[in-house]
C-alpha cells in the first residue's frame, strides 16, 4: 500500500527509551518454530505513479490463479511449519482489494494449513475506497483484528499528485468508520510530497485519535512513472518534515518505535517488530519473502518470483545466511528500532558482534554520538537516526 517510499536521511530526535518486551513475541520460541506469517496480495484498485512494489491491476482470471496457487503454496509451507501463528500480515498490493468471496476464500486457505486467525495480531492493509462500516464488521468477523489504512494525505491536491484515487474527505471518514469499528488501526502518511502541507496532514490524521502511524518520505525509485517523468523531491522539505514529524506526533502520544513508525505505548505492530528483531516468519504469495530456520545455522532468506513465475510454481531465491550476513541483517533492522540490537544475544547466535565485523565503523559511529551503548544494546542515538541511511550504507561499505 506504501509504495516506494522510506525515512529520510535527516531528522531529529530518538527516543531511546526501552520497549517494554511484548508479550507472546516470537523470539521467546526455540530457533526452528516460526510464529509469523505475510501474505502478498499483488492487486490494486490503481498503479500509484511512485510505487515499486510488486502489483497490479486485477482481472478475474488473475485473480482465480492467484488464489488456487496460494491455497497449494500454502500446503506446503504448512507440512513443515504448521503453526499455531501469533501474527499475519495481508501486505500488497492492496489486499482489502479481494471481494469478499476470494478474501474469505485466503481465509479458509489460512485457517486450514495453520489455523486463522494469528493468536495476537492479524493485520489487513486497506484503501479507504474498499470498505465502508459494513465491510469493516465483516473484516472483523473474519477474524482481523488491525486495518493499515493507507490515507497517505488528508489533502487533495496531495493525494491527485500521488495518484490515489480518494480525496481528503472521503479518506477521513474511512478513517473514522475505522476507528469506530473497534479494530485497531494503523494510518499512513507520505510527506514531502510537492505541494503538500505535512505538518497539517500529521496534525488532522494524529488528533483523530488513532494509535499507530507509519510516517514516510515520497521517494522516486528508478523505473517508475514518477522517476520517468523527473519528479524531485526536495531535500530541505523532506528533512524539514521527517523533523517536525517526532514532535507533532509527541503531542499525542504517539511515540517513534521504528525510524518510520509511531504508536501510542502498547499499540506497535508486532508483526513489524518480530520482522525487525530478526523473527523467523513465512512467506505467501508472488514476491513475498520469508526468513526460515532451515538451510544452515543462521537460517535462510527466501523470495518468491513475480507473478507469472509464481503461478507456474517456480521456486523462490534462497539465500542461506552465514554468521557475518546475520550481523549484517540484525543491525539493519535492529538500528532502525528505538529498542537497538542486542548484541549479547547476537553474539550468541551468531559468534560474532558488530565490532568483529566493522570494528572501524562501530569505533567511529559511536565516537562520534551516532550509538550508544545501553547495557548489552547497542542503539542509534538521536543524532544517528537523523543520519540513518548513510550510517547503514557505511556499515554495509565496511563489514
Ligand atoms: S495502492 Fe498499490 S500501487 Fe498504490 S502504493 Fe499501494 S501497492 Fe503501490
Redesign the pocket.
Known amino acids: 500500500?506504501?509504495?516506494a517510499v522510506t525515512a529520510p536521511p535527516t531528522g531529529t530526535r530518538a527516543n531511546l527509551v526501552a520497549l517494554p518486551r511484548l508479550p507472546g513475541a516470537a523470539v521467546d520460541y526455540p530457533w526452528g518454530v516460526v510464529r509469523a506469517l505475510y501474505l502478498h496480495v499483488p492487486f490494486?484498485?490503481?498503479?500509484?505513479p511512485?510505487?515499486d512494489?510488486h502489483?497490479m491491476l486485477r482481472n478475474e482470471g488473475l485473480v482465480a490463479r492467484y488464489l488456487d496457487r496460494l491455497e497449494r503454496e500454502a500446503e506446503s509451507l504448512a507440512e513443515r511449519y504448521p503453526g499455531p501463528l501469533d501474527t499475519m500480515y495481508f501486505g500488497?498490493?492492496?489486499p482489502s482489494h479481494l471481494r469478499d468471496d476470494e478474501l474469505e476464500r485466503v481465509v479458509d486457505v489460512l485457517a486450514r494449513a495453520f489455523g486463522f486467525p494469528a493468536r495476537y495480531e492479524t493485520t489487513l492493509e486497506a484503501?479507504p475506497l474498499t470498505f465502508t462500516p459494513d465491510r469493516l464488521r465483516r473484516f472483523a468477523g473474519l477474524g482481523f483484528d488491525r486495518l493499515s489504512i493507507?490515507l497517505q494525505s488528508t489533502q487533495d491536491d496531495a493525494l491527485r499528485f500521488l495518484?490515489?484515487l480518494h480525496d481528503g474527505r472521503r479518506g477521513m471518514e474511512a478513517l473514522e468508520w475505522a476507528l469506530d469499528s473497534g479494530l485497531r488501526v494503523n494510518a499512513d502518511v507520505i510527506t514531502a510530497v510537492p505541494g503538500q502541507d505535512a505538518r497539517r496532514d500529521l496534525h488532522t490524521v494524529a488528533a483523530t485519535g488513532v494509535r499507530h502511524m507509519s510516517v514516510y518520505s515520497l521517494t522516486v525509485e528508478p523505473g517508475t512513472p514518477f522517476a520517468l517523468r523527473g519528479v524531485q523531491v526536495d531535500p530541505d522539505r523532506e528533512a524539514d518534515d521527517f523533523e517536525a514529524t517526532v514532535p507533532v506526533l509527541a503531542g499525542y502520544g504517539l511515540e517513534r518505535y521504528e525510524v518510520s513508525n509511531y504508536a501510542v505505548p502498547g499499540e506497535e505492530s508486532r508483526h513489524n517488530l518480530g520482522t525487525w528483531r530478526g523473527e523467523p516468519y513465512l512467506g505467501l504469495g508472488p514476491s513475498a519473502s520469508s526468513y526460515l530456520p532451515e538451510g544452515g545455522p543462521f537460517g535462510t532468506r527466501l523470495r518468491n518470483p513475480p507473478i507469472r513465475a509464481w503461478l507456474e510454481g517456480a521456486p523462490p531465491e534462497r539465500d542461506p545466511l552465514d554468521a557475518r550476513g546475520l550481523v549484517l541483517e540484525r543491525l539493519l533492522t535492529g538500528l532502525r528500532t528505538r529498542e537497538g540490537v542486542d548484541v549479547r544475544a547476537l553474539r550468541h547466535a551468531s559468534g560474532l558482534t558488530p565490532g568483529d565485523v566493522a570494528p572501524r565503523w562501530l569505533a567511529d559511529a559511536v565516537g562520534h554520538g551516532l550509538l550508544a551503548w545501553e547495557g548489552a544494546r547497542l542503539r542509534a542515538t538521536d543524532d544517528g537516526v537523523a543520519r540513518l541511511d548513510a550510517l547503514l550504507r557505511a556499515f554495509v561499505r565496511s563489514a
Open positions: 500500500m506504501g509504495g490494486c484498485p490503481s498503479v500509484c511512485y510505487c512494489f502489483k500488497g498490493g492492496t484503501d493507507g495518484g490515489r
